[in-house]
Structures are given as C-alpha cells and as structure tokens.
C-alpha cells in the first residue's frame, strides 16, 4: 500500500465526484467541494484549470491526515495552492454564507448513508441550500455509498433531488457506489462536449491515477431520472 498514486492507484470511487463533476460543465471556474475527508476531490480539482475552490472540511484533524498523506506529494499542495480556500465548519452552515457567492460545480463526497450523521446530506433542506449557491448552469455532483441497504434509499435521493433540480440523474461508478448528479441547464446533464473534456490532457492525467482511461468513465452506466 503507497500513497503514491503511481505505485498504488488512487480508488477510482475518491476521483470520479471531481472528475465528473468539473467535466460535466462547459466552463468551471468556481468549485465548491463539501466533505472529502481524505482530501482526493480537493487534489482532483486543484488540477483543473478554475479560479477558486472552496473546501468544507468537517474536522482540522482529519484535515492534517489529508496534508500529510494525500496532499504532500503534489509539485504544489493542495492547501497551499492560491486558489483553495479551507472552512471548517458544517457544510450547511457553510452553505448559509452569502459571501461564498455562486459556484459553477459543487461536489459532495460526504459519508456513507449508512452512518446517521449522513442523513442530513440526502434532505430537501440539504439539497436546496445547495442549489442556492449554484449558478444558473451549475453541476451538483453527490457520492452515494450504501452497502446492503436495498434500493429505497436511492431512489428516496433521487425523488427528494427532483423536488429542487429540473435535471437528475444517476450514474453507477463501482459497487455500492453511485454518483448523484443534477442541474438546472436547459441542455440537460448530458453535454454533447462531456467526451471530449473527457480526453483533455490534465483529465486524462488524472483518471490514469485511478489506473482507468477516460473511455471507461465515458461508458459509466447512467440513467437520467427526469
């Protein structure tokens, strides 16, 4: 086991919220990323080329974890890159803060739903705060754990994200993992451009550290919920 991704690949589930999320808009440039307590989704967008990224981070203890075993064999750390901010604080008071402004991309690559303190980031409440920080074109991008909890669960996320988004949909990334997607965009969440952000260079990069090709992401089953 090696934190180095080019030694042990990096788990494909940590990446792909970032990857999917950042590809999935025509234009980021400022990303919100709430929970990701192993600090992947950050390192994964801060090797996108966007103006701002904006981390909420549930504890400063789990955040030394992350500086120390996923950041520090970047050129640049994450947490010293000019472009990252770090909150601590709950995601939905951080949500609640006018002065954020609006992101093109929020991520959230929080707990499993099989832990109670997870519930709270599958609620209307949740999902609308969200969407009040979000642009008009903006890309909500959830993982979604769950192990043996048959599929109510999933489908009680996705009717409750229907209820604040105009497009949903879902996209099966490896066992027991989903990634909930939604957006407001006229042109629905499928982009005819996805695939070729897909191919960019720096993508590409990063995919490979998950030991996949960006084909493999581009055939991720997906269903658009409506």
Not at 72 to 86: A, F, K, T, Y
Not at 126 to 132: E, K, L, N, R, T
Not at 192 to 201: G, T, V
Request: overall charge negative; charged content about 20%.
């Amino acid at each position: 086991v090696s934190t180095d991704t080019s030694v042990s690949p990096q788990p494909a589930e940590e990446i792909l919220p970032a990857i999917i999320g950042l590809a999935s808009h025509a234009q980021p440039s400022r990303v919100l990323v709430l929970g990701d307590d192993t600090g992947v989704c950050l390192r994964t967008c801060s090797r996108f080329p966007v103006q701002e990224i904006v981390a909420v981070r549930s504890d400063r203890r789990i955040t030394d974890l992350a500086r120390r075993f996923t950041w520090s064999g970047q050129q640049l750390p994450s947490d010293e890159d000019e472009r990252v901010h770090l909150l601590h604080e709950p995601s939905m008071i951080a949500l609640s803060r006018r002065e954020l402004k609006k992101f093109d991309v929020v991520i959230v690559a929080g707990e499993s739903l099989a832990l109670p303190s997870a519930a709270n980031l599958y609620s209307t409440e949740f999902y609308q705060a969200a969407h009040s920080r979000m642009t008009s074109t903006g890309v909500f991008c959830q993982r979604f754990r769950q192990t043996n909890l048959g599929p109510d669960s999933i489908k009680a996320a996705v009717a409750t994200m229907m209820t604040v988004f105009t497009n949903v949909g879902v996209i099966q990334t490896v066992a027991g993992e989903m990634l909930l997607v939604a957006s407001d965009a006229e042109g629905g969440l499928i982009d005819p451009e996805l695939l070729s952000r897909l191919q960019r260079e720096h993508v590409r990069q990063e995919i490979a550290t998950a030991g996949w090709d960006w084909a493999q992401v581009a055939l991720l089953p997906f269903l658009d919920a409506g």
